[in-house]
């Protein structure tokens, strides 16, 4: 018989190593300094203050951006709440829809300049930004744009109506992606916004507000305010704000709900993540690979609905984890503006940080890692792919939201058992079942405690479909009519 031993191209002396496919950045502009978008006008901030955006990449400093203090904060709400009473909320739906219209084009149009500044400011593979965040952006102003016109049909029988000023304070896995999912539903009610970006990404926000300028958008009806926290303490907590979207870490969620406590302020919160993603020993072993690599890696594992928690059948744990570890080998890290790149770099030295203290823990609590081999650029912040097993329920790794490439796989026997430890989290915001059997998928959709489950894939998204959580990952959807209910009044 002849030998069946794969032949690999090392072994043929060939060189099948990617060539490097650099995205062009010769088409973006990137300004020395940057205002506050208040009432239309770009203007310095009342406190003075500024800060530096670095390319995670590089560490090269990339702009410096004004910092809001109260007053500027003060100043955006009062332009929100002009816009809202003079113009916005006067103007029918069908002119709303126009301009949303107009902004999702714009985004199309601009596309491969917000790509490339996503990634250059944030460090996400270039291939995620142009095939996943911009035609997403795009999308949800396209579809809440549908709705602008339509709301008596959203909501029959009631008359909705908008709640006034919203402020919206986003992270900075998905900047301008994080922008659309909050400013489109906002418009499309009729409400005005003041909207402040994560102090480590603040440059697509910045570049969308030109794109409104473009749109023709009036002027106050959205306010760009750049800060870090103490710029979004202070905008959830103004008085004159009607209502406040949050994504981000549970803890800042839990404190922007304490904040807002008796005030009657309308608040949906998006916060952290442990989700399962379980796979039983029917499921398509290579696509469930695909979609564990997915899951995990997919934007350095910065996604609030991130796989994390791998809950595999015991039965098949072993030639599973050994095609994952061979999968991950082909990971290629690096430079994320390179089109070849799976893995890109990690947002920020804060960032990186907290996954080397969380995987030092998971050490330390007794699991075992596998890293591939990859060499890592010199500068800049990196993390290489990581997959724990012998990890234990109790130990950190596998109950405290790591925000990072890391995975913990754990095991199970039956449906019971995979039903149980995916929800003994504090978390709820996302799972995944793999599995030929359609009983079961729509039994566990009934049982796992979690607002998105995807069934034989994983990390979808559509502007149709609402996301959200249970427990500690928040409440409130976006997304779809349930996204829009978040912005309008029906009593
Ligand atoms: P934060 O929750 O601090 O940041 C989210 C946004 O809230 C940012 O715009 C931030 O501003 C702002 N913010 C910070 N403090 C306050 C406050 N007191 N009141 C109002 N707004 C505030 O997340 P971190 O960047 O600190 O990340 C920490 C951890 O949170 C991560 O490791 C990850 O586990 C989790 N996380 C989860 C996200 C999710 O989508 N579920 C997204 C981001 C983080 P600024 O950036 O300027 O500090």
Redesign the pocket.
Known sequence: MADQTPVSAASLGLDLAYAPAPEATDHVRIREHYGLLIGGKWVEPASGKGFKTVNPATEVVLAEVAEAGEEDVDLAVKAARAAYDKVWSKTSGAQRAKYLFRIARILQERAREFAVLETIDGGKPIKESRDVDLPLAAAHFFYYAGWADKLDYAFPGRQPQPLGVAAQ??????PLL?AAWKLAPALAAGNTVVL??????PLTALLLGEVLEQAELPPGVVNIL????????????HPDVDKVA????????K??QR?LAGSGKRLTL????KAANIVFDDAPIDQAVEGIVNGIYFNQG????AGSRLLVQESIAEPLIAKLKRRMATLRVGDPLDKNTDVGAI??R??LA??EELVASGEAEGAELYQPPCDLPARGFWFRPTVFTGVAQSYRIAQ?????PVLSVLTFRTPAEAVEKANNTPYG?SAGVWTDKGSRILDLANRLRAGVIWANTFNRFDPTSPFGGYKE??FGREGGLHGLTAYVDLS
């Open positions: 304070v986003i992270p900075w896995n998905f994080m402040k970006p994560a102090e480590t990404t750049t800060g870090a926290g103490a710029t979004g303490a202070a905008l959830v907590a949050f994504t981000g870490s549970t803890e800042v969620g404190a922007i904040t998006e916060l952290g993540g910065h996604v609030c609905c947002n920020s804060q960032q907290r996954i405290e939201e790591i925000f990072g915001l990952s928040g």
